[in-house]
């Protein structure tokens, strides 16, 4: 088994609207680019309804002048970071779709991975803007940090590792185990039982062994405590609660949808009510050449 960590982040990308979470996404992104010797792009998105008629016209005027008032915005914001933490940061306007802009943005740069809030300041109910956050996390050709108002600290010392009986579950370890190294963090590990057969439950249990192992063979401390019920998402959020933790780790597809959303049920209630950053990780993003496990 090995983490090949100096290529792990090197391009983050910060999708960026002047709010609350977003400054809190920045945050978060700055401590870890000087971590890891990253770029930032700082990317806002006006976003625009279609039309054919002369209004679209009109719109495409306003959308201009919004476009040049906001990149002087977040020109002086970058140079701000930039004299204050010694990182490299670029700056990007476009207009259109959040969700489908952040994930092509994404594609462009090849970035690593996406920091961004789960609220903005644009007027959008919880639902509409958790939506977004969502299909990002769904879509994105990379792993998601998504950032809550409630998480005010920077920096992860105490991730939480969820890990149920499904054959992606631990694909998120090597994940977890390279921020932690980065970190300094100290890893829970948390197995989520929602089966009673009881010989499921002993190789569920040797399976949880071997993620111990390699965290162990990475020199990180961790404890393990197991969770049994049918709420997986609420089982791991109360777990993060009483780990006091700041970062949990998920897959995206830890469970079929049952609701007709893209993400998975269990992903969109962590990443919608988790009280602090999750990071989302796609089954397909597990890289061989960058991070590689074997269980």
Known sequence: MNTQQDDFIKKILIPYDFSETADLSLEHAVFMAKLMKAEITLLHIVETVSFTSAISHALSGFEKKIETATNEKLDQLAHDLHMKAGITLSIRTEVGRIYKKICQVAKDIDADIIVMGTHGSSGYQKFTVGTNTSRVVQEAPCPVISVQTHAKGIGFKKIVLPIDESNESRQKVPFAVALARFYGAHIHVVGLINFSNADLIRKFKIKIEQVEEYIVQHDLNYDTRFLEGND????????AEEADADLLVIMTEQEPSITGFLLGTYAT?????????????HPAEVDPDKITVTF
């Open 269 to 281: 209630k962590v990443v919608n009510n988790s009280r602090i950053p999750v990071l989302s990780v």
């Open 232 to 239: 997986l998402s609420g089982m791991t959020m109360k777990a």
